[in-house]
């Protein structure tokens, strides 16, 4: 019988992967282990230090799965996760292999273990058109059109935020219907995998992690990895790629100039990303507190390793 696939999800910063590294390394010789990323951010080619990838080392001693999937210039949906997840969790059981989900992309944790709605999957030649409308016409115009169309989902939308916009005026120009009315009616039925979550009881420690990380992102060669996606030149600021936290502070940074480390701006961008990436954790942490979550786990106490691998343990001895 295929082993139950377990997530591991938590803020930003709170030590999940690496958490999952020693794991599969602790329990290699019970069983293998393969990690399926749950980041929205890590599915992009050529983006590699700011979404915090897996090493090519780290790859070769755990296979990894959900990562560089597609170009920074396409789109990748809740939707595709939950499909292509379920697929790589197939995958690995037919190896008798154990899947641990990782990351902290909570809407698609929450479409994994909830359900999708019943939406039509994304239309190139229209999201063409929206895009093309948006950089044309500005996206207040096309938030104005959804709330002529679809006044329930205008009004939980901020009036910025151009991917929810595009998708809510796409869901309804392919069916006809508003977003708002199609929501609820799930396509796939609750998942009861185990769920742990690494929740840390100090902020402080996570807001000391956020900023070390930050650091060494800078120290890695950030702004040459945004630079050279700046230089394609088939990129912009609205795409789901660049607006993803580091590379959206960056990418508005780089358009007056190099930055040199040390100068004003190399100091301001700092600022600038560390504070976006704590903005993040909060959301995350927000999230986990409304979702049920079978285990939650401090991420700064330091028996949380010892912790984890005895769930494991448990979870392997029930299923024997």
């Given at each position: ?233 088939d990129l912009h600021a609205n795409l789901p ?18 930055l040199q480390p040390g100068s004003a701006g ?55």
């Amino acid at each position: 019988m295929p082993l139950t696939p377990c997530i591991l999800v938590g803020p930003t910063a709170s030590g999940k992967s690496g958490l999952a590294l020693w794991l599969a390394e602790r329990l290699a010789v019970q069983v293998p282990i393969e990690i399926i990323s749950i980041d929205s951010a890590q599915v992009y080619r050529g983006m590699d230090i700011g979404t915090a990838k897996p090493s090519a080392t780290e790859r070769a001693a755990v296979p990894h799965h959900g990562i560089d999937l597609i170009d920074p210039a396409q789109s990748y949906s809740a939707a595709q996760f939950v499909q292509d997840a379920h697929a790589a969790v197939a995958d690995i059981q037919s190896r008798g292999a154990w899947p641990w989900l990782v990351g902290g992309t909570m809407l698609y944790v929450k479409a994994l273990r909830e359900g999708m709605d019943a939406l039509p999957p994304s239309d190139p030649a229209m999201r063409a058109q929206l895009e093309a409308d948006t950089q044309r016409l500005g996206i207040a115009v096309l938030y104005q059109r959804l709330q002529q169309v679809d006044p329930v989902t205008a009004q939980r939308l901020q009036a910025g935020d151009t991917q929810r916009i595009q998708r809510a005026l796409e869901v309804q120009m392919l069916t006809g219907e508003p977003l708002s009315r199609l929501q609820g009616q799930a396509t796939h039925p609750r998942l009861e995998w185990p769920t742990l979550s690494l929740e840390p009881a100090r902020r402080g420690w996570l807001h000391e992690r956020i900023a070390q990380r930050f650091d060494q992102m800078l120290e890695q060669g950030l702004v040459d990895e945004v630079q050279r996606l700046r230089s394609r030149g088939d990129l912009h600021a609205n795409l789901p790629s660049i607006r993803c936290v580091g590379y959206r502070q960056l990418w508005d940074a780089l358009a007056s100039g190099p930055l040199q480390p040390g100068s004003a701006g190399w100091r301001a961008l700092r600022e600038q990303g560390i504070a976006a990436t704590r903005q993040l954790a909060k959301r995350q942490l927000t999230w986990l507190r409304s979702m049920p979550i079978d285990t939650r786990l401090a991420a700064d106490a330091a028996d949380v390793a010892d912790q984890t691998l005895a769930l494991a343990e448990r979870l392997l001895a029930n299923h024997r």
